[in-house]
């Protein structure tokens, strides 16, 4: 490697992780919102669920300006989006506490796991004309993460009932639990690739600034919106 192409190396990869501290930072506060907001309860928690879930419309809608030109088809598109994120917002705010904790947590282990997977192992990509980052180890690794949760979510749900120290699974429990491990890698990861296709045509890299070194809402709610519809269409069809 020549010395000026192993400085830009090093140069660029200063420039990545020269806002670590402030994204840092901003997901420490994050979660502190959230977890207050959750320990809160109603009507602070519904508050919180509603300005999230509209400052992600409105962001959608800034990249649907972007994209469309016809208006007929930007109405369209605009009304869908509502309909997308607003039912997924009032889906959340009537789902129980644990429920909500338990969908939350699940995307957060996608996202680390599909990120460590796709950065250890590489290998193809799933659509890099849509979101170049994205593999199927990453997606591998989502369903682990996934899957990883729902067994410890299980686990602390038993013993809050039975008082049961031991995991206890079995192998058709275990199936089911990769199963949905699964459904909701996949479904988070399509909220992911819906957003990236739609910022890659509005020519932006971030829905938003709003949120210091994370872009905005829109970013950090994408793979969360069809991960919380699941949920509730899952528990609309339990007997």
Same mark, same amino acid.
């Given at each position: 490697m020549a010395a000026g192409e192993s400085g830009a190396v090093s140069s660029g990869a200063k420039s990545k992780n020269? #806002?670590?501290?402030?994204? /840092? /930072?901003?997901?420490?506060? @994050? @979660?502190?919102? !959230?977890?207050? !907001?959750?320990? %809160?309860?109603?009507?602070?928690? #519904?508050? $919180?669920?509603?300005?999230?879930?509209? %400052?992600?419309?409105? *962001? $959608?809608? /800034?990249?649907?300006?972007?994209?469309t030109r016809n208006v007929p088809f930007r109405l369209a598109a605009i009304l869908a989006g509502a309909v997308y994120i607003g039912l997924a917002g009032f889906v959340l705010s009537r789902l129980p506490v644990p429920m909500i904790v338990g969908v939350i947590g699940a995307v957060i282990f996608v996202d680390t796991? !599909?990120?460590? &997977?796709?950065?250890?192992l590489g290998g193809p990509k799933i659509a890099p004309k849509i979101s170049p980052s994205k593999t199927w180890a990453g997606l591998l690794g989502g369903i682990v993460? %996934?899957?990883?949760?729902?067994?410890l979510f299980v686990y602390v749900a038993a013993r809050q009932v039975s008082g049961a120290n031991t995991l206890g $699974? *079995?192998?058709? *429990?275990?199936?089911?639990?990769? %199963? @949905?491990?699964?459904?909701?890698?996949?479904?988070?990861?399509?909220?992911? $690739? &819906?957003?990236?296709? /739609?910022?890659?045509? !509005?020519g932006v890299? #971030?829905?938003s600034n709003l949120i210091p070194g994370h872009g905005g809402f829109f970013d950090r709610t994408d793979g969360i919106i069809p991960v919380v519809l699941l949920a509730g269409l899952l528990l609309s069809s339990a007997p």
């Open positions: 020269a #806002d670590l501290p402030i994204r /840092l /930072l901003s997901a420490a506060v @994050m @979660m502190s919102i !959230a977890v207050a !907001a959750v320990v %809160a309860g109603d009507p602070w928690l #519904d508050g $919180f669920i509603v300005l999230v879930s509209l %400052a992600t419309f409105v *962001e $959608f809608v /800034l990249l649907i300006v972007k994209v796991f !599909a990120y460590g &997977f796709g950065r250890t993460g %996934a899957s990883t949760w729902l067994a $699974f *079995e192998i058709a *429990e275990i199936g089911t639990l990769v %199963a @949905m491990g699964a459904a909701i890698a996949v479904a988070a990861q399509s909220g992911d $690739f &819906f957003e990236s296709w /739609l910022k890659r045509k !509005a890299k #971030d829905s």
